[in-house]
């Protein structure tokens, strides 16, 4: 065996993560051009916002099942009107120094100059299902950030309390179109005809 590959074996995994701490860019000195050229290259789901770097849980089982659920629901309704739904990882640009990592995302029309091929750079709506890492994530900084970046609806998907919130734009802030549990039906004012039944969609297996 050669000398440099005694090196690298030798190399511990404390030696590396050193490494990549010398070698990476510090929290809060990432360009965003270096967040978007890493996570070119990744399956994390990592967000950004202003040179820091977020990254998110890998998603549950439970949280994958609701997800494919109403994605499916989105897609179906969509895709005989011309629109385009997509779910994680796609990078949605807030604006510039600023991007989120949605569940769910979708446009009306397939033409949207917003939907890019590297990150969309806008959406008609967007969808969280609450990550139990972090609830307030979801809850609050999303729903603050998604109405910074204009989308018109927001969908937060509780599995802890099995509600799903619905939020509308109004002037540039959020306001409440209802927060609806099992027995009900949670229907979107921007999708005329759009609707699903809560129970199954916690239900989804």
Same mark, same amino acid.
């Given at each position: 065996m050669s000398a440099a590959s005694d090196s690298t074996s030798e190399f511990s995994p404390r030696a590396w993560k050193d490494f990549l701490f010398d070698v990476m860019p510090r929290q809060g000195a990432w360009t965003e051009e270096q967040y978007l050229a890493m996570t070119d290259h990744t399956n994390r789901l990592i967000e950004f916002t202003d040179g820091s770097l977020e990254p998110l849980p890998v998603p549950t089982d439970r949280h994958q099942a609701i997800l494919a659920f109403?994605?499916?629901?989105?897609? =179906?309704? !969509?895709? /005989?009107? =011309? %629109? $385009?739904?997509?779910?994680? /990882?796609?990078?949605?640009?807030?604006? &510039? =120094? $600023?991007?989120?990592? /949605?569940?769910?995302?979708? +446009?009306? *029309? #397939?033409?949207?100059?917003?939907?890019?091929?590297?990150?969309?750079?806008?959406?008609?709506?967007?969808?969280?299902?609450?990550?139990?890492? $972090? &609830? @307030?994530?979801? *809850?609050?900084? $999303?729903? %603050?950030?998604?109405?910074? %970046?204009? +989308?018109?609806?927001?969908?937060? +998907?509780?599995?802890?309390?099995?509600?799903?919130?619905?939020?509308? *734009?109004?002037?540039?802030?959020? +306001?409440?179109?209802?927060? !609806?549990?099992?027995?009900? @039906? #949670?229907?979107?004012?921007? !999708?005329e005809g759009f609707a699903v039944d809560v129970a199954d969609v916690f239900n989804a297996d």
């Open positions: 109403l994605y499916e629901a989105f897609a =179906g309704f !969509l895709r /005989p009107r =011309g %629109g $385009k739904v997509r779910f994680a /990882p796609l990078r949605l640009q807030i604006r &510039p =120094g $600023k991007f989120r990592e /949605p569940d769910l995302l979708l +446009v009306r *029309l #397939a033409s949207d100059p917003r939907r890019q091929n590297r990150f969309w750079t806008g959406a008609d709506l967007a969808l969280e299902v609450v990550s139990p890492d $972090k &609830p @307030s994530r979801d *809850l609050i900084d $999303k729903r %603050g950030d998604y109405a910074e %970046g204009g +989308v018109a609806e927001y969908w937060i +998907v509780n599995p802890e309390n099995e509600t799903i919130t619905v939020l509308t *734009l109004q002037g540039g802030s959020y +306001v409440y179109a209802g927060t !609806l549990q099992r027995g009900q @039906s #949670a229907a979107s004012l921007m !999708l």
